[in-house]
């Protein structure tokens, strides 16, 4: 019987991470990483394979982070948990013993109930290079693509097909008004909808798919309007689940639809199981219900507390804020924390508001594009609850740097003097930098009312 | 004889920004800004006229700010404040009284005590467009450049009068082993030169300008060492000094190095006289003494404050923490609080980790540039005291995400479970992610030793 000291089930941003943190703190022990891929995607570089990448082979977490720090790697199946021996058994029969387990087991591609997801050429985007090479080859040979799920991946998906030569229509499905509603408000919303229309995709909103048509092969995608759509391909992109078989089958806590339950320090129901990533249940930061923030980011995030917390606590998991950036094209866009559609259901009072100004300075600097920021905070507290943002290449780290005022619990007086660097090359002026304008303009919308 | 609410002197950066802070607390008040120069020039765009805008006109505050604020614009030199009867005058003869008076008379061109630093074709940085547009037209002439002074502007300099076609050498000349160094440790130093060097920029360092030699016009600059530049422009970018001849001539306290004495709520020692920007002193965050830290971005913030105070206190400002960040062609660098060197020369102990991954992942997405992170960890605290960063044009806003956690007193522990978005396409990795991870080195760091 194999032993190991540490024992990580799954390779993906989560499990990777929570080993090379094990490791950085138990230089000496035995870490092994079990996973059933023989290669590992990144999982947000999965749409651009398809246009940008051009092959999966292209977007691979390299395997030397795992050897580079010790980190042992058996390519398997957990299949069950022996909690009482602290053992696992593997789909080829191994049994391993561990003293710590993390599972970091992420998440499966929801299928939508419609009729006609199981003909050929529909496709989730599921986390496997064989089957995303199956996808990639039948982009090669089709014509019209339908994507149904106008979210983030959805979108993504969308503008990397576009960029395909011998594609006619690539054509999103959403459900909602608008697409990316989840994330953004309404105008970050349109503004993303007009830029893909721009780059030649078709976005029907406020539509549901309601079947998939077709022999064996998938040929149309019927709307509950009746509007029947061309389709060589369908990709599913309307979400994740947990994947919560293994602790399911072992007799961890968990919920179907939120995760594997962990405290606060991403402990399990049992004491030497540990969980982080898609695999587990999440909070949002402000209401404390359960939430779908499912990025990898947010789970290296809690890989990085599990894995310091194995052998004592060192660390404690904050609720998930929720911190996000895309971009299509020279239009990239951000959110972090709530939206305002999102505080009202809560029934939270929020104050607004919104600047833009050029991201380089003066205006006339080559490249310089429109940076807008949406700055939402609470009513009573004047408390930074959310932000969103569109501009050029910049968003990515402007999102993070609204995100860390928000885990800051900064007030709006606070944001708004706030110390900024700015370069004519890199940033907004400082007499026009958005975030702390819009942060003034809402101090004196609380003052008044 | 005039009257007006409240009167700002000086109309860049500070200026500005304080007369549109008190028009939004004040929509009724009677708002004049008074300054001499017809025409304000953005001062951090003032390199950037020489080579990517090619004009001074190119490089304005536009007056629309103003207009568009109902502030009312008086060119014109104060030049004595009458502090009993609340009253200014100018070197045409008007006199204007006011309810609050705010200085921000801003900096000018440090000139050293060189031999011929009065010949023809020897330049400062002067915030003046007519003064700029001969310099512009004399490097239209030239053939050698020499730049005294290896700061960020000097640097700038550099770089912009390098895109000129019609220049042969342009050499810069730096007293201190590197350039730079009083804003960064040696590595981002070492790498910034090594860039310019590559653009064919000659840097000499560890060198003192000891004459300019010429007959009318500049012809040489002899060197401590005895070598002679040829030089038909010097342009000297040695730094600024506080222009406190307003204050000093009106009986303000003040000190001549350090600027405009102001209290936490940039108050003068004049309760009706407020002063922002480059002409107040300012002092270091960790120090508590004096700091030139004078950006455009920095007297923003003071001026926000400023204009907020003037009728009631409202804020407070911070010490300065000093967050920069610049760049050359396709290298970014940025820098927030304190450098090693300098918690060095303060006696703080210190703990540093850096990082280096692509700034977009894959790392084989198109564009994707080396983005290294330098964070700096007071030793038996944790508190984070600085960073560095050096990459693409995600620098600047990551740079101020940085100055935020700063600002925010993080501790190395918290930093390193940051809550973080990635994108493909704007970010590193969530695995790779240089700031968590640099803050997790130092932490394990922190725990041996």
Not at 262 to 274: A, K, L, P, Q, Y
Not at 302 to 329: H, K, P, Q, W, Y
Request: aromatic share 6%.
């Amino acid at each position: 019987m194999e032993k190991t000291d540490i024992l990580i089930v799954g390779g993906s941003a989560a499990g990777v991470t929570a080993a090379v943190t094990v490791r950085r703190y138990y230089p000496q022990s035995k870490i092994t990483l079990i996973r059933k891929e023989e290669k590992v995607l990144i999982p947000c570089g999965i749409p651009y394979i398809f246009g940008t990448l051009g092959s999966p082979e292209k977007n691979l977490i390299p395997d030397t982070v795992l050897s580079k720090n010790s980190i042992s790697l058996i390519i398997d199946e957990v299949t069950f948990i022996n909690k009482d021996d602290k053992a696992i058994t593997t789909s080829n029969g191994k049994t391993i013993k561990y003293e710590k387990l993390v599972l970091a087991t992420g998440s499966l591609p929801l299928v939508p109930p419609v009729p006609g997801v199981e003909l050929d050429n529909v496709f989730t985007v599921k986390k496997d290079v064989g089957y995303l090479t199956e996808l990639l080859q039948a982009l090669e040979k089709a014509k019209d693509v339908v994507i149904i799920g106008g979210g983030f991946i959805g979108l993504e998906f969308a503008d990397e097909c576009k960029k395909r030569k011998n594609l006619n229509n690539v054509t999103v499905i959403e459900l909602l008004p608008h697409c990316l509603l989840l994330a953004c408000d309404d105008e970050i919303c349109i503004r993303v909808e007009k830029k893909l229309s721009e780059r030649g995709i078709k976005i029907l909103s406020n539509k549901r798919a309601e079947a998939i048509l077709g022999k064996k092969m998938v040929e149309y995608v019927k709307l509950d309007n009746g509007q029947k759509l061309k389709a060589d391909i369908v990709i599913l992109g309307i979400g994740v689940i947990p994947n919560v078989k293994l602790a399911r089958e072992s007799g961890l806590k968990f919920n179907e639809k939120e995760g594997i339950w962990v405290d606060d320090f991403m402990r399990t129901s049992d004491e030497s199981i540990f969980a982080c990533g898609d695999c587990v249940q999440k909070r949002c930061y402000l209401s404390g219900v359960a939430t779908a923030i499912r990025l990898a980011s947010q789970a290296t995030t809690e890989a990085r507390i599990a894995g310091a917390n194995l052998f004592g606590v060192r660390r404690r998991m904050d609720c998930a804020i929720g911190i996000f950036s895309t971009c299509f094209g020279d239009l990239a866009i951000g959110s972090a924390g709530i939206t305002e559609s999102r505080a009202g259901e809560l029934g939270i009072g929020v104050v607004t508001a919104e600047v833009a100004a050029p991201d380089k300075h003066p205006g006339s600097i080559p490249g310089a594009q429109e940076l807008g920021v949406k700055l939402l905070f609470e009513k009573d507290t004047g408390l930074l609850l959310g932000g969103q943002v569109y501009g050029g290449k910049s968003v990515g780290e402007l999102t993070n740097f609204i995100g860390s005022m928000i885990q800051n619990k900064m007030r709006a007086d606070e944001v708004c003097t706030f110390q900024i660097g700015t370069h004519p090359m890199l940033t907004a002026s400082p007499v026009a930098y958005q975030v702390v304008n819009a942060a003034q303009i809402a101090v004196v919308k609380m003052r008044k009312g």
